[in-house]
């Protein structure tokens, strides 16, 4: 175990796919850590690396086109970048598992959820077929599944979308993982829906102790989740900083942009803000600031240097030119 | 207007709240039931489809006479279907239900060769033969077009390219001319062993479309989430292939192989048309075919009785694959 009570450190992660179009950067360049216990947030739009971030954790990138160019993924104090496929696959599930974001198609449709289940656990833990039935009903029942004795042996398509993600949690959750990836875990989902499997997610972590991980583009879910947040924009890491402070001081007109544009209930009606222009196409990334051509705040200097990565305080950074002015005016704000 | 970070909501989880997503069950009041399989779904809708049924109904009458009706025909007559009679007046190509001098007699019902040998037997255990030359010759195409299609399919990349290169060389070959190599190349010394060679020779040949079903079928699965849930899970490509993707493309396999049943059965007898298939005293439908058309004009019943059966058997599993494929694939029928 790391001294440091990191259970993962990326360091300098860069994973690009070669497409007709060019090398596609979809990660360039990514560094965060998680804490024992804690749970990070990754916010940014569709397109901003989040996925591939997390799907290069567990080297599920798929190779070729894909390709993790350099960096380091330690977790527990192994490189997992280094480790043969035989002992990635044995972290797979076990030390590291993962939901999907669409519970309709991250089952198999041909299989009795029971056979699914089961799959994880006689794989990782040894499981004889009758231990593995009962913990799988186990695991049904913790996750709030209703009847579980009798519904272990449907099929998917009798499940309800939320059924179904409260199964793909139960199987990401069987073999008690120390890292649980999330992958927006509530985007298929509808809102009442959203707030239970949120609940659950956050109870069965505070029951197991693990560590989580969750992506998403809604930046309501990360609020009440998670201790630290990172923001991600075009590959790159634009903003780190403990949840509160992210959102009640940001350092980055990238994030500044995506909190107005939560839609607030309160106001009165009205436009909705939105940060003009497009995300860059990741295979045609300029030398600057790549946020420049979209940013409220941009001079000169962004659109023709790459901006540094500020540290703030001592646990926020930010990617921008103007990191200190924009922090000192949020604190004005606030 | 910045979001501040507040109190989760407050929402109560565990069963007894479940109620908005639980289903129906509970205001109705019913049995918790173990929903149907999608393969007893597929089933009820293939017994919808008459012709489907009334198909699989004259294959499995065939297959049950031709297992059993030789011997039964050997315990009542005394007729096999290479027995020669004895007495020189008998060999000879009787029509059916005639014995000598026309009048009507129940011994053979299909008539006799211009050997006497009763055709009745002859047809039924040509059945046999032709029934496991089929058999054999698709589970050989089966076994390798699954596994080589899936794994070209899931591994992708230069090996699925070399690997569909093979196929498209190997189609381009005419399957006729492949055949008779590997059949001269290898002659047999056996009847039985010609036999064996027939079925590698045929299952030789008839996978690549399989293996191009597979693999398409195997492309189009392989990117959908439950697979890379699966490789997340830990779960190692063998038995990602056999667990997670050959189950989920066995729909068309299952179609296409009930369809290469005839087609292998058609060119059994083509083989044995040429003379090349099966060798006597073993008979097929295509060998009496072959042995009928000799005599048509004289003896016609020599080539109907068997082309007919052959006909109609081929006719009702192609009956049977066509009902299996909109019963496995319910959206196809509809456009």
């Given at each position: 175990?790391?001294?440091?009570?990191?259970l993962l450190?990326?360091k300098?992660?860069?994973?690009?796919?070669e497409t007709?179009?060019?090398v596609?950067?979809a990660?360039?360049?990514?560094?965060?850590?998680?804490?024992?216990?804690?749970t990070?947030?990754?916010?940014?739009?569709?397109?901003?690396?989040k996925?591939?971030a997390?799907l290069s954790l567990m080297?599920?990138?798929a190779e070729?086109p894909?390709?993790?160019?350099?960096g380091?993924?330690?977790f527990?104090?192994?490189?997992i970048?280094k480790?043969s496929?035989?002992?990635v696959r044995a972290?797979?599930?076990?030390?590291?598992a993962m939901i999907f974001q669409d519970?309709m198609?991250?089952?198999?449709?041909?299989?009795?959820?029971?056979?699914?289940l089961?799959?994880?656990?006689?794989?990782?833990?040894?499981?004889?077929?009758?231990?593995?039935?009962?913990h799988a009903?186990?695991?049904l029942?913790v996750?709030?599944?209703?009847d579980?004795?009798?519904?272990?042996d449907?099929?998917?398509?009798?499940f309800?979308?939320?059924?179904?993600?409260r199964?793909?949690?139960?199987?990401?959750?069987?073999?008690?993982?120390?890292?649980?990836?999330?992958d927006?875990?509530?985007?298929?989902l509808?809102?009442?829906i959203q707030?239970?499997?949120?609940?659950l997610?956050?109870?069965?972590?505070?029951e197991?102790g693990?560590?989580?991980?969750l992506?998403t583009?809604?930046l309501?879910?990360?609020?009440g989740?998670?201790?630290?947040?990172?923001?991600m924009?075009?590959?790159?890491v634009?903003?780190?900083?403990?949840t509160?402070?992210?959102?009640?001081q940001?350092?980055?007109p990238y994030?500044?942009?995506?909190l107005?544009?939560v839609?607030d209930?309160?106001?009165?009606q009205?436009?909705?803000?939105?940060?003009?222009?497009?995300?860059p196409?990741l295979?045609?990334?300029?030398?600057a600031c790549?946020?420049?051509?979209r940013c409220?705040r941009?001079?000169e200097?962004?659109?023709?240097?790459?901006p540094?990565?500020?540290?703030?305080?001592s646990e926020?950074?930010?990617?921008c030119?103007?990191?200190?002015?924009v922090?000192?005016?949020?604190?004005?704000?606030? | 207007m910045?979001?501040?970070?507040?109190e989760?909501?407050?929402?109560?989880?565990g069963?007894?709240y479940?109620?908005?997503?639980e289903?129906?069950?509970?205001?109705v009041?019913?049995?918790v039931i173990?929903?149907p399989s999608?393969?007893?779904?597929a089933?009820r809708?293939l017994?919808?489809?008459k012709?489907?049924v009334?198909?699989?109904?004259?294959v499995?009458?065939?297959v049950?006479?031709?297992?059993?009706?030789?011997s039964?025909?050997?315990?009542?007559?005394?007729?096999s279907?290479?027995?020669i009679?004895?007495d020189?007046?008998?060999?000879k190509?009787f029509?059916?239900?005639r014995?000598?001098?026309?009048?009507f007699?129940?011994?053979h019902?299909m008539?006799t060769d211009?050997?006497?040998?009763d055709i009745?037997a002859?047809?039924?255990s040509?059945?046999q033969?032709?029934?496991?030359v089929?058999?054999?010759?698709?589970l050989?195409?089966?076994?390798?077009?699954v596994?080589?299609?899936?794994?070209?399919g899931y591994?992708?990349g230069?090996?699925?390219?070399?690997?569909?290169?093979?196929?498209?060389v190997?189609y381009s070959l005419?399957?006729?001319?492949?055949?008779?190599?590997?059949?001269?190349?290898l002659?047999?010394?056996?009847p039985?062993g010609?036999?064996a060679?027939?079925f590698?020779?045929?299952?030789a040949?008839s996978?690549l479309?399989?293996a191009?079903i597979?693999?398409?079928q195997v492309?189009?699965?392989?990117n959908?989430?439950?697979?890379?849930?699966a490789?997340a899970t830990?779960?190692s490509?063998?038995?990602?292939?056999l667990?997670?993707?050959v189950?989920?493309?066995?729909?068309p396999?299952?179609?296409?192989a009930t369809?290469?049943?005839?087609?292998v059965m058609?060119s059994?007898?083509?083989?044995?048309?040429?003379g090349?298939?099966v060798?006597p005293p073993?008979?097929?439908?295509?060998s009496l075919?072959?042995?009928?058309?000799?005599?048509?004009?004289?003896?016609?019943?020599?080539l109907i009785?068997?082309g007919?059966t052959?006909?109609?058997?081929?006719?009702s599993?192609?009956?049977?694959g066509?009902?299996?494929?909109?019963a496995?694939?319910p959206?196809?029928?509809?456009?």
């Amino acid at each position: 175990m790391n001294t440091n009570g990191n259970l993962l450190e990326v360091k300098d992660l860069r994973t690009y796919f070669e497409t007709e179009d060019g090398v596609v950067k979809a990660v360039d360049g990514v560094s965060f850590e998680v804490r024992q216990g804690e749970t990070l947030g990754i916010v940014g739009e569709s397109g901003s690396g989040k996925s591939v971030a997390n799907l290069s954790l567990m080297r599920l990138i798929a190779e070729p086109p894909g390709k993790i160019v350099s960096g380091s993924i330690t977790f527990r104090g192994r490189d997992i970048l280094k480790l043969s496929p035989r002992e990635v696959r044995a972290i797979r599930g076990k030390q590291i598992a993962m939901i999907f974001q669409d519970p309709m198609t991250s089952l198999n449709p041909f299989m009795r959820i029971s056979k699914q289940l089961m799959e994880v656990t006689r794989l990782h833990l040894g499981h004889s077929k009758g231990e593995a039935r009962e913990h799988a009903i186990r695991m049904l029942e913790v996750v709030g599944i209703p009847d579980a004795e009798a519904r272990i042996d449907s099929y998917p398509h009798e499940f309800s979308g939320g059924m179904r993600q409260r199964v793909i949690i139960a199987m990401a959750l069987s073999c008690q993982p120390e890292l649980l990836i999330a992958d927006e875990p509530t985007t298929a989902l509808d809102v009442t829906i959203q707030a239970q499997i949120l609940e659950l997610i956050k109870r069965l972590k505070g029951e197991t102790g693990a560590s989580v991980i969750l992506v998403t583009h809604d930046l309501g879910v990360v609020a009440g989740m998670t201790d630290h947040i990172i923001v991600m924009y075009a590959g790159k890491v634009f903003e780190r900083a403990p949840t509160s402070e992210l959102f009640g001081q940001p350092g980055n007109p990238y994030t500044r942009g995506l909190l107005r544009s939560v839609p607030d209930p309160a106001a009165e009606q009205g436009n909705l803000y939105q940060i003009p222009g497009q995300p860059p196409d990741l295979a045609r990334l300029p030398g600057a600031c790549p946020f420049a051509p979209r940013c409220e705040r941009a001079e000169e200097i962004c659109r023709r240097e790459f901006p540094p990565f500020v540290q703030l305080t001592s646990e926020h950074s930010s990617l921008c030119h103007f990191a200190d002015e924009v922090f000192a005016e949020s604190q004005e704000a606030a | 207007m910045p979001v501040t970070p507040s109190e989760p909501p407050s929402i109560l989880i565990g069963p007894e709240y479940a109620f908005a997503e639980e289903d129906v069950r509970e205001l109705v009041g019913a049995e918790v039931i173990v929903g149907p399989s999608l393969w007893r779904d597929a089933w009820r809708r293939l017994m919808k489809n008459k012709l489907a049924v009334l198909g699989m109904v004259i294959v499995i009458a065939t297959v049950i006479a031709s297992l059993f009706g030789p011997s039964l025909i050997k315990a009542a007559t005394g007729y096999s279907y290479d027995s020669i009679p004895k007495d020189p007046m008998l060999t000879k190509s009787f029509a059916p239900f005639r014995a000598p001098g026309g009048k009507f007699f129940w011994t053979h019902p299909m008539g006799t060769d211009n050997a006497g040998r009763d055709i009745l037997a002859r047809v039924l255990s040509g059945g046999q033969i032709s029934l496991m030359v089929a058999l054999i010759s698709t589970l050989v195409s089966l076994l390798i077009g699954v596994s080589y299609g899936a794994t070209a399919g899931y591994i992708g990349g230069r090996l699925d390219d070399l690997m569909m290169r093979i196929v498209d060389v190997l189609y381009s070959l005419p399957y006729v001319i492949i055949v008779i190599v590997l059949l001269a190349m290898l002659p047999a010394k056996t009847p039985t062993g010609q036999l064996a060679e027939l079925f590698l020779a045929l299952g030789a040949v008839s996978w690549l479309t399989m293996a191009r079903i597979v693999r398409g079928q195997v492309m189009s699965l392989k990117n959908q989430e439950f697979v890379l849930a699966a490789r997340a899970t830990g779960v190692s490509t063998p038995k990602i292939i056999l667990r997670h993707l050959v189950p989920n493309a066995l729909g068309p396999v299952i179609v296409y192989a009930t369809l290469t049943v005839p087609t292998v059965m058609l060119s059994e007898a083509f083989l044995s048309f040429l003379g090349l298939g099966v060798r006597p005293p073993r008979v097929s439908w295509g060998s009496l075919a072959a042995e009928g058309a000799q005599n048509l004009s004289v003896y016609p019943w020599q080539l109907i009785f068997p082309g007919v059966t052959m006909a109609l058997m081929l006719l009702s599993l192609n009956f049977v694959g066509d009902g299996l494929r909109d019963a496995l694939d319910p959206q196809m029928r509809k456009s």
